[in-house]
């Protein structure tokens, strides 16, 4: 007949019989043995008492707690706590995170809403109080990562004209490092957080900022209408210089021209002004009206030449000038004039 006994016997403990001799390591032994139910009887007698002894509830030991090594804020991360399966019960479980949050039970959850490095520490009891350990673990909580964001652009001066360095800059969010991609929306491009730049040309631009991090990008578009230059003293520009003809001429004589230059200059530093040409024949001159507006037409052509719009020239022929009845001083009457348009 076999006979099937289960011992949980102490480390160290030997198995008192007259035919078997073995020690325990640890833990449950399974036994067969052979015998008549009156041999039998002794020893069952002798190993109901190693139960009682090597069997008896344990003080809890805390074995092992485990969780997450790192966690973002606001996060929640599981912990959970292993202690020895022989501890009398009930056991109770502590937690304490270490950012004067508490919890209870063997697996608890937590989230943390700072960033920081936290030692989170288990306090296991049992025997009503009498008997406790602890275990810990450190978990380092970070903020979470955040994309790079553009809030606004900013150009100054916000309206320039084609000799005005622009200043732009924006307002960005997001974590370090921030990369920048500018495009000006006439061929120019620049990746720094604040660049300069100047048009050449007026009229309307498109600047494009493009940020990027490590955790995702973002872009903004605003318009820039861009002005001719134009010098200060132009909006006070009250008259130009007169071109003097000979008798009966149109043609702008060398000294006619180099007066005109000066003209062109004011016209160049000032593209928004618009002028008219007015001719005028003096007395004693053939075919005044036509003569007048020839001479016009003569500086009207010489600004064209030297890249002025036609959209901005007007001319008249004004005819034979009044007042004029002597031929000495006749001359003066021999001209064109330019007059500023407001």
């Given at each position: 007949m ?18 078997v ?9 399974t036994?067969?043995?052979?015998t008549?139910l ?9 190993l ?26 606001n996060?929640t ?6 202690t ?17 949050m508490s919890?209870?039970?063997q ?7 700072r ?6 520490t ?5 025997r ?5 350990d602890?275990?810990?673990t ?8 955040v ?6 652009i900013?150009a ?10 622009v ?13 920048y ?6 061929g120019?491009?620049?990746n ?6 100047t048009?050449?040309q007026p009229g309307s631009y498109t600047?494009?900022?493009?940020v ?7 872009s903004r ?11 200060d003293?132009?909006?006070?520009l ?7 003809f ?6 702008l004589t060398a ?12 016209l ?6 618009n ?5 005028l ?12 507006e020839?001479?016009?037409?003569a ?5 064209t ?10 001319t008249?022929?004004a ?11 006749a001359?003066?009457f ?5 007059v500023?348009?407001?």
């Open positions: 076999t006979t099937l006994v289960r011992l949980c016997l102490r480390r160290g403990s030997e198995l008192p019989h007259p035919t001799s073995h020690t325990i390591v640890r833990g449950t032994l036994m067969k043995h052979r008549s009156l041999q039998r009887l002794p020893l069952l007698l002798v109901g008492g190693l139960v009682m002894a090597g069997c008896s509830p344990k003080n809890v030991e805390v074995l092992g707690v485990t969780g997450p090594d790192r966690l973002e804020t996060e991360g599981t912990f959970v706590a292993e020895n399966e022989d501890a009398k019960p009930p056991v109770l479980y502590e937690w304490n995170f270490g950012d004067n919890a209870e039970g697996t608890t959850s937590h989230a943390f809403s960033a920081g490095t936290y030692t989170v288990l306090t296991a009891s049992n009503k109080g009498k008997a406790s602890t275990g810990q450190t978990v380092v909580v970070v903020d979470p990562p994309p790079a964001e553009v809030i606004t900013l100054d001066p916000p309206t320039p004209d084609t000799r005005t360095a200043r732009f800059g924006a307002n960005v969010r997001g974590d370090a490092p921030l990369r991609s500018w495009s000006f929306g006439d120019g491009t620049d720094s957080a604040a660049p300069i730049h048009y050449d600047v494009t900022l493009d990027s991090n490590n955790a995702g990008s973002d578009r605003v318009s820039i209408v861009v002005s001719p230059y134009e010098a003293y132009c909006a006070e009250a008259d130009m210089n007169a071109v003097y000979e008798r009966n001429s149109s043609i000294n006619a021209e180099r007066v005109l230059g000066d003209n062109l200059d004011i160049q530093d000032c593209p928004n002004l002028v008219r040409v007015v001719g024949a003096g007395p004693f001159e053939r075919n005044p009206q036509a003569l007048s020839d001479r016009a037409r500086v009207q052509q010489y600004y030449d030297n890249g002025v719009s036609p959209s901005r020239i007007q008249q022929g005819g034979r000038a009044a007042g004029g009845s002597k031929k000495s001083g001359e003066q021999r001209r064109a004039d330019t500023p348009m407001k």
